[in-house]
């Protein structure tokens, strides 16, 4: 009973994290088209009129970094992260399973380690009350918090991840591994994209399979 108690406790915080990380990347991405915006307005204001706005290359460097760190929790959930499965594909269940988890627990430790010390950069930056050494002198505490934020939430995900992929490992729960932490495959890539396309993408493609007929 216990057992089930705590498989559902994680499984309705990985449902919670997946929402949470959805909004992470919604977040990102907005700051991405801000500062793509932004660097445009700039390009053009400067050949058109000789000025600049200033600091469009060091904000969108900002919005990169941040974007990049608020996306890595969407893309562990999602499984979109590049994996090598060259011999992989061709192992038993049980050993792709172990290799899932212990997959995990070395990425784990080395984000926990990369938020460790980006923690420690944000400390400095705050002791020091640290600017940046542009026009705008943006105090650096501001995006590097931000940044920081995105590993957080990525090491906290993980975690969950990981608990819940190592408790269906020794579990013999195989097919739990495969849908949490395994190796996407061909099929699962092709289904997502035939499940993303609009009705529009999918009327036109019967409209060409009728006139290739």
């Given at each position: 009973?216990?057992?089930?108690?705590?498989?559902s406790?994680?499984d309705?915080?990985?449902?919670?994290?997946?929402?949470?990380?959805?909004?992470?990347?919604?977040?990102?991405?907005?700051?991405?088209?801000?500062?793509?915006?932004l660097?445009?307005?700039?390009?053009?204001?400067?050949?058109?009129?000789?000025?600049?706005?200033?600091g469009?290359?060091?904000?969108?460097?900002?919005?990169?970094?941040?974007?990049?760190?608020?996306?890595?929790?969407?893309?562990?959930?999602?499984?979109?992260?590049v994996r090598?499965?060259?011999?992989?594909?061709h192992?038993?269940?049980r050993?792709?399973?172990?290799?899932?988890?212990l997959?995990?627990?070395?990425?784990?430790a080395?984000?926990?380690?990369?938020?460790?010390?980006?923690?420690?950069?944000?400390?400095?930056?705050?002791?020091?009350a640290a600017?940046?050494?542009?026009?705008?002198q943006?105090?650096?505490?501001?995006?590097q918090?931000?940044?920081?934020?995105?590993?957080?939430?990525?090491?906290?995900?993980?975690?969950?991840?990981?608990?819940r992929?190592?408790?269906?490992?020794?579990?013999?729960?195989?097919?739990?591994?495969?849908?949490?932490?395994?190796?996407?495959?061909?099929?699962?890539?092709?289904a997502?994209?035939?499940?993303?396309?609009?009705?529009?993408?999918?009327?036109?493609?019967?409209?060409?399979?009728?006139?290739?007929?």
């Amino acid at each position: 009973m216990r057992d089930s108690t705590v498989l559902s406790v994680l499984d309705r915080l990985l449902t919670l994290a997946e929402r949470v990380s959805r909004a992470a990347i919604w977040f990102g991405g907005a700051l991405l088209l801000a500062a793509a915006f932004l660097v445009s307005f700039d390009v053009v204001a400067r050949k058109a009129f000789g000025v600049t706005t200033g600091g469009a290359d060091e904000l969108s460097g900002y919005a990169f970094a941040i974007g990049t760190t608020w996306a890595l929790a969407f893309t562990l959930l999602h499984r979109a992260n590049v994996r090598v499965d060259a011999l992989y594909a061709h192992l038993p269940p049980r050993v792709r399973a172990a290799l899932d988890v212990l997959a995990l627990l070395t990425l784990g430790a080395f984000v926990a380690l990369l938020t460790w010390h980006s923690a420690l950069v944000l400390q400095t930056s705050v002791s020091f009350a640290a600017r940046a050494t542009t026009p705008l002198q943006t105090p650096l505490w501001i995006p590097q918090s931000l940044w920081v934020a995105g590993f957080v939430l990525f090491l906290l995900i993980l975690t969950l991840l990981l608990m819940r992929a190592t408790l269906a490992l020794f579990a013999g729960d195989l097919a739990t591994v495969q849908r949490l932490a395994g190796a996407r495959s061909v099929q699962e890539d092709a289904a997502d994209e035939v499940a993303q396309r609009t009705p529009a993408q999918r009327a036109a493609e019967r409209a060409a399979e009728r006139v290739g007929n």
